[in-house]
């Protein structure tokens, strides 16, 4: 099975960066970005899962909004469990025209049980600006389901929080400017300078101009040609379909609570010696009755009798050559009989001992 994991492992790093990326895929345009909304509301038709009496602000939305429908009731006099007060959220995308329906986040804001089964009174959604740009109303889905009684409860999924999926209309556009001075800029999603400069002299070869210039190790600027001057979206849209090999850093991620490791293609090892043994102590304890003579005024004695064993595995210290590359690594660990949590430790220690050749994260 150890040797399973460990080859698999091998045949997946073996893999990375072989096959071409679609330049859309690692890089998007320079002002073309979505933004964030949010919004306060209520949350009405919940079967008495919504906010208690204690939540001051959850009553207080409740008179406000009842005295705009020209009803007026004493806040001490309201008894409900069927209402929740919500925060609001939204991603509009980009180039969203009025109209457009977006899915809306809700979350609870007080202590309310369960959202199940309410629905979302009109709520309005402001960007950063202080602005209007949508407003949400719907039934909430939440994905779940929870019950129970005095002796214990059942719950799948939170119930706090739901989608209200296409609540949220837009009612204002957000301009989107994407290019300005005859000039496009395309911004990587990991920032890379040999990526930058390869981006840059794929564009050229397929413009069959020095129109792209990588001008950081995230942003790449092109002089817009002539021929594309009223038609950026034709040009975008070339673009988007060049393929490019990214390039990245040599890195080892370790997420030490799973036991999950993954190897990058270009992490190499200097010259080192690996040995990987376990020290097992057992330690056994039997009870040893002592009965005393017949008719005598002896007790009957218990007296546990302690046996400690010591077992040290023998582990072959393994070599591992100059400038090794994955799949030697590999096959020395997997030589050695490492598991994949065997391989963290392992891989801390050479790099503690300078010989790994890569950043090693830890998650």
């Given amino acids: 099975m150890r040797k399973v994991i460990l ?11 072989v096959y071409a990326a679609r330049l859309k895929d690692i890089a998007h345009i320079y002002g073309v970005r979505s933004n964030q909304l949010i919004g306060y509301g209520l ?49 509009i995308p980009p180039f969203a025209k009025t109209g457009s329906k977006i899915d809306a986040l809700v979350a609870s804001m007080g202590d309310a049980k369960s959202l199940e089964g309410g629905m979302l009174l009109m709520t309005p959604l402001r960007g950063p600006d ?41 009612e204002r ?35 069959s101009a020095s129109l792209a210039k990588a001008v950081d190790a995230t942003t790449i600027k092109i002089s817009i040609p002539h021929e594309y001057q009223d038609n950026l979206v034709d040009l975008v849209a070339r673009l988007e379909r060049l393929e490019v090999t990214p390039n990245a850093v040599a890195k080892v991620v370790v ?53 400690v064993e ?25 030589a050695i009989g490492a598991t994949p949590r065997d391989l963290i430790a392992i891989l801390q220690a050479i790099k503690a001992a300078g010989a790994l050749q890569a950043e090693l994260e830890v998650i």
């Avoid at 290019?179 to 911004?187: D, M």
């Avoid at 595995?313 to 096959?331: D, H, N």
């Fill in 173 to 207: 556009e957000i301009p989107t400017h994407f290019a300005s001075n005859n000039e496009l800029s395309i911004v990587l999603n990991q920032p890379d300078f040999t990526t930058a400069a390869e981006v840059a002299s794929v564009i050229n070869k397929n413009l």
């Fill in 43 to 91: 949350v009405v038709g919940l079967a008495g899962t919504g906010d208690s009496q204690q939540i001051i602000f959850s009553l207080q939305s409740i008179v406000n909004m009842l005295e705009r429908f020209g009803v007026k009731i004493n806040p001490a006099q309201l008894r409900t469990r069927n209402v929740a007060a919500v925060m609001v959220t939204a991603n």
């Fill in 310 to 334: 010591i077992k040290e595995e023998k582990t072959p210290l393994y070599l591992v050559p100059q400038a090794a590359t994955i799949g030697e690594l590999v096959r020395a660990l997997n």
């Fill in 130 to 170: 202080g602005q209007i740009y949508a407003v949400a109303q719907g039934p909430i889905s939440i994905g779940g389901f929870g019950g129970g009684g005095a002796g214990g409860r059942v719950r799948k999924n939170f119930l706090t929080v739901g989608r209200v999926v296409n609540g949220a209309m837009v």
């Fill in 7 to 17: 080859l698999t492992i091998f045949l997946l790093v073996s893999w990375v960066n």
């Fill in 255 to 307: 997420n030490e609570r799973t036991g999950t490791v993954v190897i990058g293609e270009n992490v190499h090892i200097s010259t080192v010696a690996v040995a990987q043994g376990g020290l097992s102590i057992i330690i056994k304890e039997t009870p040893k009755v002592s009965q005393p003579l017949p008719f005598s005024t002896g007790e009957t004695i218990v007296t546990p009798e302690t046996k």
